[in-house]
């Protein structure tokens, strides 16, 4: 009788435990770091602080931002959710090995039938999908057969405990590691991406915004088509076919480096924080209010 309510006892802590991550995890939600940039309430902070983490104030952290980092921890070494990995790509990839001065990244990039998780643009085109210990690949096939039209260069980011396992996808496909050491994490690429030539045209011109394919329309050939609205798009999707695989890559990379992105400020913001501020394309005075709110000392009402 013992055993078993000592193992029903066990049981039900792993479970409260998986709970308090994935409530820790939903912390980091566009969501609501937009609701706290546009109305200053923190209460999503204060309620999870009420449910899980009351007995920790002074002990552990007295500030909304101590509290963030303490959790982002706790996240980095026991729940390794698309948060983590997104974050640690800007920190250990973005700033330390790509640099930002010529560099653009997107979050969620809609390529055909599938949304790369993160891309980024520089001299070349790159997309990463992301696959924690957490994901299913049910869907990586059509993910990267989706990615390779249009990006030269395609990466699969995995923990380290699963990259055997994505090393059997296309040898085209880089493979980046995520592993913890220490209290830090590391992302190594263990397969560098073969740039491909299968980009597609066709797939090209439907990331596009109307203004940018107009852009690289006129950039190739000096003019639009003589045609109205309506026809512009099937029109310019005729001529694009005809600009060489190359020359339509770097047009392409040069429109998508116009759009309106933070990411040359990402560095002079909080580690914890890169990934959401990319997404919500913080200014650096909306971020000065930020950190103004979360440096507040908690108040649990």
């Known amino acids: 009788m013992y055993q078993i309510i000592t193992q029903t006892v066990k049981q039900g802590s792993h479970i409260n435990q998986s709970i308090k991550l994935r ?3 939903s912390i980091f939600s566009r969501a609501s770091f937009a609701n706290l940039l ?3 309430n923190i209460d ?18 007295s500030t909304y931002f101590e509290y963030i980092s303490y959790v982002y921890r706790v996240l980095k070494k026991e729940y390794r959710c698309e948060y983590v990995y997104k974050n640690e790509i800007i920190n250990e990839l973005l700033l330390k090995k790509y640099g930002t001065k010529n560099t653009v990244v997107i979050n969620e990039f809609q390529v055909g039938n599938s949304v790369a998780d993160m891309v980024l643009f520089n001299g070349t085109s790159k997309a990463f999908e992301i696959k924690t210990e957490l994901d299913s690949e049910k ?9 390779t039209k249009v990006f030269k260069e395609c990466y699969i980011v995995t923990h380290e405990s699963l990259v055997n396992k994505y090393l059997l996808q296309d040898e085209q496909i880089g493979i980046i590691s995520l592993s ?10 263990i397969r560098k991406a073969n740039k491909t030539n299968t980009i597609d045209s066709n797939n090209i011109i439907r990331c596009l915004r109307t203004q940018e394919y107009k852009n690289i329309i006129k950039s190739y050939y000096g003019c639009l088509p003589s045609v109205n609205s309506f026809e512009m798009f099937n029109a310019c999707a005729d001529m694009m076919k005809d600009i060489p695989v190359e020359e339509l890559n770097l047009l392409f990379i040069s429109e998508l480096k116009k759009r309106v992105s933070n ?22 005075s909306d971020y000065q209010f930020l ?6 000392q908690i108040k649990l009402t």
């Open 23 to 25: 409530s820790y995890a």
């Open 38 to 40: 546009a109305t200053g």
């Open 44 to 61: 999503f902070l204060n309620k999870k602080i009420s449910k899980f983490d009351s007995n920790l104030i002074e002990k552990k952290f």
């Open 139 to 147: 869907r990586l096939f059509g993910q990267l057969n989706d990615y």
């Open 180 to 189: 913890r050491k220490g209290k830090s994490i590391k992302l190594e690429e």
């Open 263 to 284: 990411t040359e400020f990402l560095s002079s913001f909080h580690k914890e924080l890169r990934q959401l501020c990319l997404s919500l394309k913080i200014k650096q």
């Open 291 to 296: 950190v103004t709110k979360l440096n507040q």
